[in-house]
């Protein structure tokens, strides 16, 4: 039954992606889209579409992935502070490795997925010999040293507009390999080598597939000026392997000022005590 007077909300989202199939439901396997909508008709008592930033692959998880959805107006939840609501969604997600981490009212306009400006993903990458035990799961064990110095200088091809098609999938149902790759970011903490990469959007497995090839430029398997090559191929078979999901994290998705601030706030218990909203919410 659809909701006569509603109002849209903004969701930010952190997931574990190990043993999903992603963020899009399907019809098999368990996924964040799917179970989040779950949860909402438990709370409201309606059926509901979440639309999410983007839709991440089985395994890769996020810490800071944003959807809306459309609340009841009128609902005692939706009249008091969002502690209420993510409150509500995370004592029933509590059996999953999905968490609702902050929510706010927007206005009608705003969408998720073709409101976003930019996304921010980082790929993690533990370089030593034994495996990992506290993070299993959650990073790429690559066995080999790995030169970040020779990483930088073939990565400086890809940065600006380009025809990704040597590194994206053949499922990719993308109508243009054309991208713009904004940034990509190398730094070390201890053993774990992380690349951060930023851009308005992605091709299907972009990151994973440039970090696969990267990774052969660093362990010294290919030259860095390599690189150039397998981009001016236009042919996916030249690049390196796509690289597993368990290193890929969607760790931030920005948009204008004027849909969404950007500064989404940590929620404390106690402080809906002392709660009002500074603005009535918007009616759809």
Request: aromatic share 10%; net charge positive; hydrophobic share 35%.
């Amino acid at each position: 039954m659809e909701i006569e007077n509603k109002t849209k909300y903004a969701l930010l989202i952190e997931y574990n992606g190990n043993g999903m199939v992603g963020w899009q439901k399907q019809d098999v396997g368990i996924s964040v889209q799917g179970s989040l909508e779950k949860v909402a008709k438990q709370i409201f008592n309606h059926e509901f579409h979440i639309q999410g930033s983007g839709r991440t692959d089985a395994g890769v998880h996020a810490l800071g992935q944003v959807a809306n959805i459309d609340f009841p107006l009128n609902h005692r939840l939706t009249s008091k502070h969002p502690f209420y609501i993510i409150s509500a969604f995370n004592a029933l997600l509590k059996d999953t490795g999905i968490r609702v981490i902050s929510a706010k009212p927007v206005k009608t306009e705003f969408n998720a997925r073709f409101s976003a400006i930019k996304r921010h993903y980082k790929y993690r990458i533990l370089c030593r010999a034994a495996p990992p035990g506290i993070d299993k799961g959650k990073v790429w064990h690559y066995r080999r040293k790995l030169d970040v110095k020779l990483m930088e200088e073939g990565i400086q091809c890809l940065i600006g507009k380009h025809d990704f098609t040597s590194f994206r999938t053949i499922k990719c149902q993308a109508k243009s390999p054309i991208r713009t790759l904004d940034e990509v970011i190398f730094s070390r903490e201890g053993e774990e080598l992380i690349i951060k990469v930023k851009a308005k959007s992605f091709l299907h497995s972009q990151v994973r597939i440039i970090a696969g090839t990267i990774v052969k430029i660093g362990d010294g398997s290919w030259n860095p000026n390599d690189m150039d090559k397998i981009l001016k191929g236009k042919n996916r078979s030249l690049a390196g392997p796509t690289a597993p999901p368990d290193g890929l994290y969607l760790e931030k998705v920005v948009y204008p000022d004027d849909l969404l601030d950007n500064d989404w706030p940590l929620i404390y218990e106690g402080e809906d005590k002392e709660y009002f909203f500074k603005k009535p919410l918007i009616k759809i």
